[in-house]
T-cell receptor, first 112, second 113 residues
């Protein structure tokens, strides 16, 4: 079983819809990252959080440390949001390194 | 700042050939790492470095070597390419510390025939 699980694996939405992508993990962590990868493109960090909630534009990320769960929400989705969204955790056994464990990603397609 | 740069963008190798994937960053980051991305799998850590002169193995180090002679550069060497090394390779860098963001390069797509 993967230490980081994302759901759904694939998601198709209509423009304007509210979207939620979930991430569950099974290890103790010191931080969780949400990343975005466009087709054929590089990887961009969206959020890094260790507690509570962060908001950037139409994107909101929440984390519940006790439940080992995080969600990424996109409000008023747009076709340009179409990408793979990746959850990654920094395990607290990583010591002084920045090692990350990655989920397999959620492929989001927003149709106009 | 250029951020994290990788060269080449795309490479085709024959089995048994060797090559070096280049990675450089201009943000004075101590931490650098190499990942590979394969279909249906999350990114997997190959090797990482917490500073010049210090490297360590990640999850899938076999068949790869790294060195870190400067803060800026972290090349990944494929010693004898195998078809199983066909993948997309990403280099990342960040400041040390668990609260720090990691910055990713644009990736190198490698095909081993």
């Amino acid at each position: 079983k993967n230490e980081v699980e994302q759901s759904p694996q694939n998601l198709t939405a209509q423009e304007g819809e509210f979207i939620t992508i979930n991430c569950s993990y099974s290890v103790g962590i010191s931080a969780l990252h949400w990343l975005q990868q466009h087709p054929g493109g590089g990887i961009v960090s969206l959020f890094m959080l260790s507690s509570g909630k962060k908001k950037h534009g139409r994107l909101i990320a929440t984390i519940n440390i006790q439940e080992k769960h995080s969600s990424l929400h996109i409000t008023a989705s747009h076709p340009r949001d179409s990408a793979v969204y990746i959850c990654a955790v920094r395990p607290d056994y990583g010591g002084a390194t920045n090692k990350l464990i990655f989920g397999t990603g959620t492929l989001l397609a927003v149709q106009p | 700042n250029a951020g994290v740069t990788q060269t080449p963008k795309f490479q085709v190798l024959k089995t048994g050939q060797s090559m070096t994937l280049q990675c450089a960053q201009d943000m004075n980051h101590e931490y650098m790492s190499w990942y590979r991305q394969d279909p249906g799998m999350g990114l997997r850590l190959i090797h990482y470095s917490v500073g010049a002169g210090i490297t360590d193995q990640g999850e899938v180090p076999n068949g790869y070597n790294v060195s870190r002679s400067t803060t800026e550069d972290f090349p990944l060497r494929l010693l004898s390419a195998a078809p199983s090394q066909t993948s997309v390779y990403f280099c990342a860098s960040g400041s040390r510390g668990y609260q720090e963001t990691q910055y990713f390069g644009p990736g190198t797509r490698l095909l081993v025939l």
